[in-house]
């Protein structure tokens, strides 16, 4: 089963401000993108369209299941996860009520001792007791991880998923993103981070998407020249 995305000629106003303009690409199964670019730069309002969360003011998004179009957001939204700046969990749950909830969402038919494994692959297998809203925030975004894997799904959006992590909660994440068996969309700042997990990079300014770029072809010195041109804030740890 596969699942990919293109999209023509996207923009999305917010009354007259215009937060993305005529974007174009392709999402293909095998690509892990990291999309740069400077805060408004339209990186997460890309990222609400593809996971079917905003509509866009003008223009197409297409989703193929296994090489054939389709318009159900349903079936779309069963085959890929997103991971957002806030959590979407309950915060009276604890971690593993959490994970028993969407487990019987989506009808995956887990044990209790595979969703506790879920957890151990974030760190939080220790935790699994604990209530949600006692969690910190790094904590919580971890669990939040957890919960965007468990379906298993085709397609990972992540908006900045490093934010609010420890050392440890870095290489975690950084870990997952290596060893999973999926493809992703990952909104970050962090440069050092977009470069050394991505095979592909979108890098956006001014709602534009600028540049479209393969790894093999860009150095790691000249990835930073093209971020810092668009006006990033470079973090490299």
């Given at each position: 089963m596969t699942l990919s995305i293109q999209f023509h000629q996207l923009t999305k106003q917010f009354g007259e401000t215009i937060a993305l303009w005529r974007a174009e690409e392709q999402f293909h199964p095998g690509d892990r993108i990291s999309l740069l670019g400077h805060n408004g730069a339209g990186k997460s309002t890309l990222l609400h369209i593809l996971a079917t969360l905003t509509k866009?003011?003008?223009?197409?998004?297409?989703?193929?299941?296994?090489?054939?179009?389709?318009?159900?957001?349903?079936?779309?939204r069963a085959r890929l996860s997103f991971l957002s700046h806030e959590p979407m969990l309950y915060p009276d749950l604890t971690a593993l009520e959490n994970l028993q909830f969407i487990n019987r969402l989506y009808r995956r038919g887990l044990s209790d001792s595979e969703l506790v494994g879920l957890l151990d692959q974030v760190g939080m297998a220790i935790h699994k007791d604990r209530l949600f809203r006692t969690c910190s925030r790094g904590m919580q975004q971890r669990i939040s991880l957890a919960r965007a894997l468990l379906p298993e799904p085709e397609m990972l959006l992540l908006d900045e998923p490093f934010s609010g992590l420890d050392g440890e909660g870095v290489a975690r994440m950084k870990d997952v993103f290596t060893r999973a068996h999926t493809c992703w969309l990952m909104v970050t700042h962090h440069l050092q981070h977009g470069y050394e997990l991505a095979n592909r990079f979108w890098i956006m300014n001014r709602g534009r998407l600028v540049h479209s770029l393969h790894k093999s072809d860009l150095s790691y010195e000249a990835y930073l020249k093209l971020c810092q041109g668009s006006k990033m804030e470079a973090r490299n740890s």
């Open positions: 866009p003011t003008s223009g197409t998004v297409t989703w193929h299941l296994d090489g054939e179009a389709c318009s159900d957001v349903r079936r779309v």
